[in-house]
């Protein structure tokens, strides 16, 4: 079984920095390295959206309300993925989700709060 658990959400003021973390247990080495993970984020009443995605270090893509604010990263050897978010604006508030599809399943892990007061 394949696990993903968030972590480093907070609250945090505008402009401010978070950096948040996901474990992958339960993903061999080799399936890890080259796997697409994701961080989506869902505010109340909307929809969920995908913020970042990598596959590997110079595979990334970000949204656009995140792009030069966010960065997105991958640790293969400690099969974690990172979100570090800097210039964070009321509007970043939202739950956080790390995902992957994972042979046709949709995983994600139970997400972390991240609220921005301005």
């Known amino acids: 079984q394949v696990y993903l658990r968030e972590s480093g959400g907070g609250l945090v003021q505008a402009g401010g920095s978070l950096k948040l973390s996901c474990k992958v247990s339960?993903?061999?080495?080799?399936?890890?390295?080259?796997?697409?993970m994701g961080w989506y984020r869902q505010a109340p009443g909307k929809q969920s959206e995908l913020v970042a995605s990598?596959?590997?270090?110079?595979?990334?893509k970000y949204a656009d309300s995140v792009k030069g604010r966010f960065t997105i990263s991958k640790d293969n050897t400690r099969r974690s993925v990172y979100l570090q978010m800097d210039g964070l604006k009321a509007e970043d508030t939202a739950t956080y989700y790390c995902?992957?599809?994972?042979?046709?399943?949709?995983?994600r892990g139970p997400g972390t709060q991240v609220t921005v007061s301005s």
């Open positions: 995902a992957c599809d994972y042979y046709g399943k949709n995983l």
């Open positions: 339960g993903m061999i080495l080799s399936v890890f390295t080259g796997h697409e």
């Open positions: 990598i596959t590997t270090r110079t595979s990334t």
